[in-house]
Antibody, heavy 116, light 113 residues
Framework: EVQLLESGGDFVQPGGSLRLSCVVS????????MSWVRQAPGKGLEWVSG????????YYADSVKGRFTISRDNSKNILYLQMNNLRAEDTAIYYC?????????WGQGTLVTVSS | DIVMTQSPDSLAVSLGARATINCKSS????????????LAWFQQKPGQPPKLLIY???TRKSGVPDRFSGSGSETDFTLTISSLQAEDVAIYYC??????????FGQGTKVEI
């Protein structure tokens, strides 16, 4: 069974940093593109970042480029999202998703709150 | 970026009635080399992550009830719930993966009874 479990969400002040993790199981992690998608309170879905299976090629939404870094540890089956210089508008539930072109499996999400 | 626009933003449907949600992409998401349309539909219930219902515009994911169907091509798409059940109350999102992994989603349509 495919499982994705996010962690690392917290309350942080503007300008602060957080690192999110997504531990996966039930599939060959290194074979899949992985992504982060976020959802602000009461709002829709926003793709944030993606990373190819090799861990080398990464993609970012313009809204987070230069502030967020996606990475993965294929030996540990963990996806990461390092978030720096956080802003109030980054407040959201962050989901990791396994990708077969389509985000076909999602974690339950972890909440990031950025506020002073 | 490909912009996905859904209509309506919300709709109220009686139990057993048909619900129709529309989605328009700002450019074609049909790839002629493989004859596939890169459009998916998700259902999201409160406190839950999105759940994939339909992909390739009209292919129902295994286990999804057949009252859910998708149609459309190029830039105009429709999700139809043929006979609304109480458990279908949710927000529905269209999603283009033509530019995967740079995805975009529609703004969502809230379906109520």
């Amino acid at each position: 069974e495919v499982q994705l479990l996010e962690s690392g969400g917290d309350f942080v002040q503007p300008g602060g940093s957080l690192r999110l993790s997504c531990v996966v199981s039930g599939f060959s992690f290194s074979s899949y593109v992985m992504s982060w998608v976020r959802q602000a309170p009461g709002k829709g879905l926003e793709w944030v970042s993606g990373i190819l299976g090799n861990g080398v090629t990464t993609y970012y939404a313009d809204s987070v480029k230069g502030r967020f870094t996606i990475s993965r540890d294929n030996s540990k089956n963990i996806l990461y999202l390092q978030m720096n210089n956080l802003r109030a508008e980054d407040t959201a539930i962050y989901y990791c998703a396994k990708t077969t072109g389509i985000p076909d499996s999602w974690g339950q999400g972890t909440l990031v709150t950025v506020s002073s | 970026d490909i912009v996905m626009t859904q209509s309506p933003d919300s709709l109220a449907v009686s139990l057993g009635a048909r619900a129709t949600i529309n989605c328009k992409s700002s450019q074609s998401i049909f790839y002629s080399s493989n004859n596939k349309t890169y459009l998916a539909w998700f259902q999201q219930k409160p406190g839950q992550p999105p759940k994939l219902l339909i992909y390739w515009a009209s292919t129902r994911k295994s286990g999804v009830p057949d009252r859910f169907s998708g149609s459309g091509s190029e830039t105009d798409f429709t999700l139809t719930i043929s006979s609304l059940q109480a458990e279908d109350v949710a927000i529905y999102y269209c999603h283009q993966y033509y530019t995967t992994p740079l995805w975009t989603f529609g703004q969502g349509t809230k379906v109520e009874i």
